[in-house]
């Protein structure tokens, strides 16, 4: 104990823990004595009310299944139900588990007795009573039944009942006093543990008290004679003996005391020491002063001259440069004002406290003021001068102004430019002048880093121009894969390029995800890329096509070139070329060639074997009818895809000719539609003329073409059958005719393309529905040509409606019909010159003319026609332009024009090359293309005649 005690006393802290420290571990003894007493008084309590509440439910549920027994045997005594007799044995069944469960509670002396007593009577009830009473029931006999069955109050089951109430009454009675005693209990042990804890903190007062007075008393002591040291008194310091931190804090007091004494006195003596060193220090200060001052003004300058430096290096434009040069001058020599001129062809220049109107006059005279010395000799020199007045300002006093010229020579010793600097009443030294002189080294590297940023900046731009004019898209790759520069074209060709990233830095992964979103079978083009870089090509190609999905579908062609500088490959440089047109040229004409070789073959097939059946086999005349029909049909067909083809080629070669003539479309429209009509029994045409009498000025047969065309699509794309509108009328001063079909219609995406040559709309539907996909092109090339315009609306599924609208042609004057100045010709004496060297088609026409009751002279070669034109005088000529080698229809129609017997004899052209702008040369003004209806030749002769 005592060795206890011993270490408690050398430490404060261990006597405040070990105060604690029994203080809590009290507190909490008697925290857990309490808690489990009450625990343990909780569960008691908990055991006998559950026991109680056990009894008591078995007891009850005891007296109501003994309950339903009763009711239910008295049931069964009156209606005799066998559900009431079932009912009786479940409700047993209940009762008799209830009574074995009581049994292994804890049960007083009359508890047991009175469930013997139950047993036994269920037991003789069961046994004896029931069927005895079951049967006085089937037998009806009632008065038995009564007798038998005992309803007083000494009934067992009365008694149970009566029991079941009185122990629930005495089930909560227990309870309540069970509660009142627990209360007690619990009241009781608070009060306890209250009491406790009053007497756990008093004792720990009182722990308190003593520590706190073994600690206060010794640090007011050591307090007490502190202040009395302070005030000069020295005493001596008690407490030393102690073994804790408070004899520690006294003993150090003390020695501090002791050593305070001692260094008293040494200080005095170096006080006044330091007071003879202070006046010393007071003198070397004031010389440093003035060094100080010295340094800062020096600081000032070269810091102004760093800054001059940094602004020469950090700029690269012209004007930015002279600013900063002549400010920073002046600046840093504390001029008044200055100028720099560049001795260029501009003469740019940049001043400070010099107005402009000063400037320029400095300028224009460079060559004869004061800037012809410093240009002759190449080097600075300054002048002195009286003010004048504008330098004075208010000053009456003379005043002096000194001028510095330095001149600015490039890396040739050539002068650039020049400055001049000025000070008012004060010289320029030599030195100074000196360092200003030196400055301007600095500022011809700067001049000349500038000259060399322009040329290099003006090399760059003509490159970038030069690329950005290629109409190829160029990229630059390093070693690594990295695309360091691009053109405008790239933007274009590939869209995750924009117009502004003339130079980029995108890695080789950043243009990989960048493919992937754009093109069509990225798999294909990142291995070709990786393998240009890594060895100059991709498995032997240095080249390859692949498809832009986005942000339109277009093909590219991607080759290479590497690049050397000095021997050394440096990089890569991609070309991306735009070969859509070419593509889309090249798929064309294979769909060209496709479409032709079914279009042609198709009709061809039927005219040759139905041909060959009527060589080659006897047939009724009706089954010939038919199949010259068929072939008559399928002419017509290969005549129209035939001329289709020849159109075509005449619009795209710019030899299309169109002869306008005042007309009205509706003769055309009701001609169209007779000739469509035969063909299409399926359909119904309804044709309404809103406006019959409307004149256009127009080509009559481009005109037919047209309204055939889009007549002949109305019918196939309908294949169903069913109406088809026509419509004419006038809407917004402008003729238009429209065509409306109810049959599969147009899907939106293929609007764009419905007009472009050798398109067709890909469908299911349409594969079986012939065409070249030129009708529309040549509809719109001929509705172009005649200043309107053609437009379709559609819903696919449902039908088209196409729109063509003219300009209308100025009224003009009565139309006399032809009929009425027909002349009266005798047929039989008009003479004709048939000039045609295809042997089948010569005799076509020949018989052709002969029928319709003209003489004819058919000539199969154009020399003898020449030579016997002028004997033979005919009344009309017909010529082919193309007969034997070396000689052509235009030798026939020159040889005509140019004898005077026959130069107004009626020519009629007859070829398969539309030139009718040279035949209108000659002023004829009637000519047939091949293949036409041999009728049409007769009724041109009937025309010229007229």
């Known amino acids: 104990m005592g060795k206890l005690r011993r270490y408690l006393n050398k430490r404060i802290t261990r006597q405040f823990v070990a105060m604690m420290v029994l203080s809590l571990s009290l507190i909490l003894f008697g925290a857990v004595f ?126 149970l009942i009566t029991y079941s109430h009185d122990l629930e009454s005495q089930v909560r009675l227990i309870a309540e006093q069970k509660n009142d005693q627990l209360i007690e209990r619990l009241s009781y042990q608070a009060l306890l543990f209250i009491a406790y804890i009053v007497f756990i903190l008093v004792l720990s007062s009182l722990l308190t ?288 390029f924009t117009d502004a990233e003339q130079t980029v830095m995108m890695t080789d992964e950043q243009l990989k995800n960048h493919i992937r979103t754009v093109v069509a079978q990225p798999e294909m083009l990142i291995p070709f890329i990786e393998g240009l870089v890594q060895s100059g090509h991709y498995q032997g190609m240095r080249s390859i096509t692949y498809e832009v999905i986005e942000p339109e579908r277009r093909f590219i062609q991607l080759y290479c070139e590497p690049l050397y500088r000095n021997g050394i490959k440096f990089g890569l440089l991609l070309v991306h070329r735009d070969i859509t047109k070419e593509y889309e040229v090249d798929r064309m004409k294979s769909e060209f060639v496709s479409t032709v070789s079914h279009e042609l073959r198709t009709p061809l097939a039927s005219v040759l074997g139905f041909a060959e059946l009527l060589l080659h086999r006897e047939l009724k005349p009706e089954r010939q009818r038919k199949y010259m029909t068929t072939i008559h049909q399928e002419a017509r067909r290969l005549t129209t895809l035939i001329n289709d083809f020849l159109d075509l080629q005449r619009m795209e070669s710019g030899k299309q000719t169109y002869e306008l003539k005042l007309l009205s479309l509706t003769a055309l429209i009701t001609e169209a539609v007779d000739m469509q009509q035969l063909s299409a029994p399926n359909h119904h045409i309804q044709v309404r003329h809103e406006a019959p009498s409307t004149i256009v000025l127009a080509d009559r047969d481009k005109m037919h073409q047209v309204i055939i065309n889009l007549l002949s699509n109305a019918i196939k794309y309908s294949p169903n059958g069913g109406q088809i509108d026509i419509v004419s009328g006038i809407n917004h001063n402008q003729f238009y005719i429209r065509i409306e079909d109810h049959g599969l219609g147009i899907p939106t995406e293929a609007m764009k393309n419905l007009f472009n040559k050798f398109y067709r709309v890909d469908n299911t539907d349409r594969r079986e529905i012939g065409g070249t996909g030129l009708g529309l092109a040549i509809v719109k090339e001929i509705v172009t040509k005649h200043e309107g315009k053609i437009e379709v609306q559609s819903e696919f599924g449902k039908g088209s409606i196409f729109t063509v609208t003219l300009p209308i042609a100025e009224q003009p004057n009565p139309i006399i019909s032809e009929e009425s100045n027909i002349a009266a ?122």
């Open 34 to 159: 309490v808690l489990v007493s009450a625990v343990l008084t909780l569960k008691s309590y908990t055991a006998e009310t559950t026991l109680l509440r056990q009894k008591q439910e078995l007891v009850s549920e005891i007296a109501d299944h003994s309950n339903e027994v009763i009711l239910r045997a008295r049931g069964y005594y009156v209606y005799l139900s066998d559900y009431e007799y079932d009912q009786i044995f479940a409700e047993k069944v209940l009762l008799d588990k209830n009574l074995v469960d009581i049994k292994k509670l804890k049960l007083t002396a009359s508890e047991e007795e009175v469930m013997r007593n139950i047993e036994d009577f269920f037991t003789n009830y069961f046994d004896e009573l029931l069927p005895k009473a079951i049967e006085y029931s089937k037998s009806q006999d009632y008065q038995a039944l009564r007798v038998l069955i005992s309803a007083g109050e000494d009934n067992p089951v009365n008694k």
């Open 209 to 496: 008290r003593r520590v706190a007075k073994a600690i206060g008393v010794p640090l007011l002591t050591l307090t007490s004679q502190a202040r009395n040291f302070a005030n000069g008194e020295y005493t001596e310091v008690d407490l030393k003996d102690r073994a804790d931190e408070l004899g520690e804090l006294a003993r150090t007091f003390h020695m501090m005391l002791t050593q305070i004494q001692s260094n008293e006195e040494e200080l005095v003596a170096q006080n006044e020491e330091l007071i003879a060193q202070q006046d010393e220090l007071q003198a070397q200060q004031e010389e440093l002063q003035l060094a100080v001052e010295v340094m800062e003004q020096n600081e000032k300058y070269l810091l102004k001259r760093n800054k001059f430096i940094q602004s020469l290096s950090s700029t690269l434009d012209q004007t930015e440069l002279l600013e900063s040069i002549i400010t920073n001058i002046v600046s840093i020599t504390e001029s008044e004002k200055g100028i720099i001129v560049k001795l260029d062809r501009e003469h740019e220049y940049a001043s400070v406290g010099i107005s402009e109107d000063a400037a320029l006059q400095f300028i224009e005279n460079r060559n004869d003021g004061i800037l012809l010395r410093a240009l002759q000799t190449k080097k600075s020199y300054s002048i002195t001068r009286d003010c004048y007045a504008g330098e004075k300002g208010y000053h009456d006093n003379p005043m002096k102004a000194t001028d510095l010229v330095l001149p600015i020579l490039n890396a040739s010793q050539e002068i650039v430019a020049c400055v001049v600097i000025t000070k008012v009443n004060r010289e320029i030294s030599m030195q100074e002048e000196v360092e200003i002189a030196g400055l301007m080294t600095q500022v011809s590297l700067a001049f000349d880093k500038l000259q060399l940023y322009e040329i290099s900046e003006k090399q760059r731009l003509m490159t970038s121009d030069m690329l950005d004019t290629i109409q190829e898209g160029i990229q630059l790759l390093d070693l690594d894969g990295t695309t360091r520069q691009i053109n405008r074209k790239m933007s274009d060709i590939l869209p995750f």
């Open 825 to 946: 010709w005798d047929e039989t004496s008009i003479q004709v010159m048939l000039v045609e060297n295809d042997n089948n088609l010569a005799t076509l026409l020949s018989d052709e003319l002969l029928a319709s009751g003209y003489m004819v002279h058919l000539f199969k070669e154009g020399a003898l026609a020449i030579e016997a034109i002028e004997e033979l005088n005919p009344d009309i000529v017909v010529v082919d332009l193309m007969l034997e080698s070396g000689v052509t229809g235009w030798d026939l129609i020159s040889k005509i024009k140019k004898t005077d017997l026959l130069l107004n004899l009626p020519i009629i052209i007859s070829s398969a090359f539309e030139e009718k702008d040279k035949a209108s040369q000659w002023g004829i003004t009637e000519f047939l293309v091949k293949p036409y209806l041999p009728g049409r030749l007769s009724a041109a002769i009937s025309r010229l005649l007229r």
